[in-house]
């Protein structure tokens, strides 16, 4: 079992930034491919960023590309989501995932443990 839990989202104006962590717990990181996903009101769960177990691998959702940078610390069971020129659109509940097969892992229903979540809210 892995336990995850998010911090460092809040409210934030358009073209302001967010660093989002997430802790983890219970079995190292190291076995998993990482990623971050997110839901907005209204809206299915979607995938925003995902990392691979040597972190030397990443791919982003087109809507995020250029914005932001998923990185992790193996050593620290550590992973961290840095936003930045944030959008109203990005506002959204964030998740911290952990998926065992990195090549899948643009798919939100292949991961298999998941944090609760951290708001982030960009005001226009």
């Known amino acids: 079992q892995v336990q995850l839990v998010e911090s460092g989202g809040g409210l934030v104006q358009a073209g302001g930034s967010l660093r989002l962590s997430c802790a983890a717990s219970?079995?190292?990181?190291?076995?998993?491919?990482m990623g971050w996903l997110r839901q907005a009101p209204g809206k299915e769960r979607e995938f925003v960023a995902t990392?691979?177990?040597?972190?030397?691998?990443?791919i982003y959702a087109d809507s995020v590309k250029g914005r932001f940078a998923i990185s992790r610390d193996n050593a620290k069971n550590m992973v961290y989501l840095q936003m930045n020129s944030l959008k109203p659109e990005d506002t959204a509940i964030y998740y911290c995932a952990a998926d065992r097969d990195y090549l899948i892992a643009q798919n939100p229903v292949s991961y298999d443990y998941w944090g609760q979540g951290t708001q982030v809210t960009v005001s226009s």
């Open positions: 219970g079995r190292a990181i190291s076995n998993y491919a």
């Open positions: 990392i691979s177990v040597s972190g030397d691998n990443t």
